[in-house]
């Protein structure tokens, strides 16, 4: 197989997929010698997938050269109800695929699944990512802060972001009314690692938070980044 990949834990592939399958709906996989990436928009060019999966974290990786796989997302996200607790993923292709092929394999349950998700073919579009120097950055809990952007959520379709060296603040403003939730920094939610050149303070659509915020399941930990007229950045760490 010109393409292998194993995942030892196959709930880390179904989580990315599950986390994603809102935001995006067809995408290019990109296979290369080093690992899987993948760049995609929403269909209101707001949002940005930005995912990297380096060989360093598969049991197994081969790719004898890049290969772009066009996969429908909402199609994957069928196939991966099918992956159950205790079941290993590998990805396999031929050269010049038309289908990638999906087996889940259980040891404990001695029971093999494949399954062959046709591939379609996307215009390749790698959107240059600008290097950018963040003035704010705040780690934190991930599932608090998941929590938190959807109480917030019922409350406004808006929050204000503010990050400080002291605390970060959360602000909504709505029809039922407006008010904030303030975390100091000492706060054991928070990282104590946080950077505030200049405390900033931006506003964000809560819909597109409680999207991103589907991947809280893959880190402990939310990395949250600002910097003035620069959109935001949500970064969680695969562990």
Do not use: W
């Not at 197994?60 to 993923?89: C, E, F, Q």
């Not at 087996?103 to 404990?108: G, I, L, R, S, T």
């Amino acid at each position: 197989m010109p393409f292998e990949a194993k995942l030892a834990d196959g709930q880390i592939l179904k989580k990315i997929v599950d986390s994603i399958k809102d935001l995006v709906t067809d995408v290019n996989i990109d296979a290369t010698p080093t690992g899987l990436s993948l760049q995609a928009m929403d269909s209101s060019h707001v949002a940005l997938v930005n995912l990297q999966l380096s060989m360093d974290g598969f049991e197994k990786y081969k790719a004898d050269r890049p290969l772009t796989l066009g996969l429908s997302i909402t199609n994957l996200a069928k196939v991966m109800k099918l992956v159950n607790a205790n079941d290993s993923i590998t990805l396999k292709c031929e050269d010049e695929p038309t289908f990638i092929t999906i087996v889940c394999q259980n040891a404990k349950q001695d029971r093999t699944t494949s399954f062959n998700l046709n591939l379609i073919t996307l215009d390749s579009e790698h959107l240059g990512i600008p290097e950018t120097s963040y003035t704010s950055e705040i780690t934190m809990n991930s599932n608090e802060f998941a929590k938190l952007c959807k109480e917030l959520y019922s409350l406004s379709e808006t929050v204000t972001f503010e990050i400080s060296s002291a605390y970060v603040k959360f602000a909504v403003d709505g029809e039922v009314g407006s008010g904030s939730i303030m975390i100091r920094t000492s706060n054991e939610e928070v990282d104590e690692n946080v950077k505030a050149e200049d405390a900033v303070t931006l506003s964000f659509a809560l819909r597109y938070l409680n999207l991103f915020n589907k991947a809280y399941s893959l880190s402990n930990s939310v990395k949250i980044s600002m910097a003035a007229d620069t959109p935001l950045v949500v970064e969680f760490e695969v562990e």
